[in-house]
């Protein structure tokens, strides 16, 4: 069986029909409450102002998320066989609901902010749900995807990293088309892992494409404001 090496929820063993359809509406039905402390941090942050490391630099800013993020996946992880596992994953999703509002307070200075909010919304609902019917009807084994993905997460993480001190412009242009192309794909290969029983664990399942729809609607959002956003 191929497993990715980003295994962040993407690790399991082949199952019955019953057990896959039975782990896949879970992963639903908590993917869908995951997003209401998601919201709540976000609105949390918006109305605070708050920023990680606001006196610090960009990059230890940039140091503290990655480690505070990690070691939740981490908790997450340990604890995915029991219930304490989905509270941890809500914890997680509050943080980083706080960690985009630094990005919607951007987004919400533009006179269509608002709408820019909703289109991202909207692009990553659209996305999510060609990736999830692709994955569930195509005969199409995409295990293959899972090594070459996580070599493209590895460097984005290293090219965005590296523009907190370079500070080009195409260079976060870049980093956010390839990370929407990339975490697009990261939702067929998630959802197939569970529709083909290689994945077992709905917590697991849950914070995998959590993950992967985060990052496409931040990264998409980005490119809303840069290219729509209006300050008139």
């Known amino acids: 069986m191929n497993e990715s090496p980003y295994s962040f929820g993407r690790s399991g063993s082949v199952t019955s029909a019953e057990t896959r359809n039975r782990v896949l509406r879970n992963t639903y039905w908590l993917l869908a409450l995951s997003m209401v402390p998601t919201v709540l941090g976000a609105w949390v942050g918006v109305t605070t102002g708050f920023s990680l490391f606001a006196a610090t630099s960009p990059a230890m800013s940039f140091i503290a998320f990655m480690a505070i993020a990690f070691g939740f996946m981490f908790a997450i992880e340990r604890t ?105 794909a990261y939702m067929l290969f998630d959802v197939q892992r569970v529709v083909n029983g290689g994945e077992t664990n709905y917590i697991s399942a849950a914070l995998a494409i959590y993950l992967d729809l985060y990052n496409v609607f931040t990264n998409l959002l980005m490119l809303l404001g840069i290219f729509g956003g209006n300050r008139n």
């Not at 919400?108 to 919304?121: E, R």
């Open 80 to 184: 995915k066989n029991s219930s304490i596992g989905v509270f941890v994953l809500l914890g997680f999703t509050f943080f980083m609901g706080l960690m985009l509002s630094r990005l919607l307070s951007f987004i919400l200075g533009y006179t269509n902010g608002p709408q820019l909010i909703m289109m991202a919304f909207g692009g990553t609902g659209v996305i999510f749900a060609a990736m999830a019917t692709i994955a569930t009807v195509s005969k199409r084994d995409f295990s293959g995807l899972g090594k070459w993905l996580f070599m493209g997460v590895l460097v984005l993480l290293l090219a965005a990293f590296a523009n907190v001190f370079l500070h080009l412009p195409a260079l976060m242009l870049t980093v956010s088309v390839l990370a929407i192309v990339i975490f697009s």
